[in-house]
C-alpha cells in the first residue's frame, strides 16, 4: 500500500527501531504510548483491519497474538493488555493489522 504509514515502517522505508521483526511482523514502540510499555505488533503483509482479513490470513492472525508472548518474553513483560481496533468507529487510526501491546509491569 503505497501511503500507508505501517507498510513504509515494517518495510524500512520509514526508519523506525525495531524490538523484533521475523518473517511476518515487526514490533516497534508507538509514538504516542498510553502505557510504560506500548509496542505495535504490525503485520508485514496489509491487510486493513481484522475485518478484511481472508482465510488464508487465519495463521498469520495466530502469529501476530503468538508474537506479543515472545517479546514480552524477551523484554520481561510479566503481564499486560492486548488490543486490537477494528474500524474507525472503533478508534482505528492506522489502516493496517496491528496490535497494541501495553504493560505497566516492565521489570
Ligand atoms: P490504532 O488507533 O490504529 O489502533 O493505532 C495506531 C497507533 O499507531 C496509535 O497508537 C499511534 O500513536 C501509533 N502511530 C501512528 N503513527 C505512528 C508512527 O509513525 N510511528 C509510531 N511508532 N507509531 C505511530
Ligand atoms: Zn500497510
Known amino acids: 500500500m503505497e501511503d500507508c504509514i505501517f507498510c513504509k515502517i515494517s518495510q524500512g522505508v520509514v526508519k523506525t527501531d525495531f524490538l523484533y521483526e521475523d518473517e511476518d511482523c515487526v514490533v516497534f ?18 491487510i486493513d483491519s481484522v475485518m478484511e482479513a481472508n482465510e488464508q490470513d487465519e495463521e498469520l492472525l495466530g502469529k501476530l ?17 492486548l488490543q486490537i481496533n477494528v474500524g474507525k468507529e472503533a478508534g482505528q487510526e492506522i489502516p493496517h493489522i496491528h496490535i497494541h501491546l501495553m504493560s505497566n509491569f516492565a521489570q
Open 29 to 46: 514502540k508507538d509514538i504516542h504510548p498510553k502505557a510504560k510499555t506500548h509496542l505495535l505488533i504490525v503485520s508485514k503483509k496489509h
Open 65 to 81: 497474538v503468538f508474537c506479543s508472548k515472545k517479546i514480552a518474553k524477551k523484554l520481561n513483560i510479566s503481564a499486560f493488555n
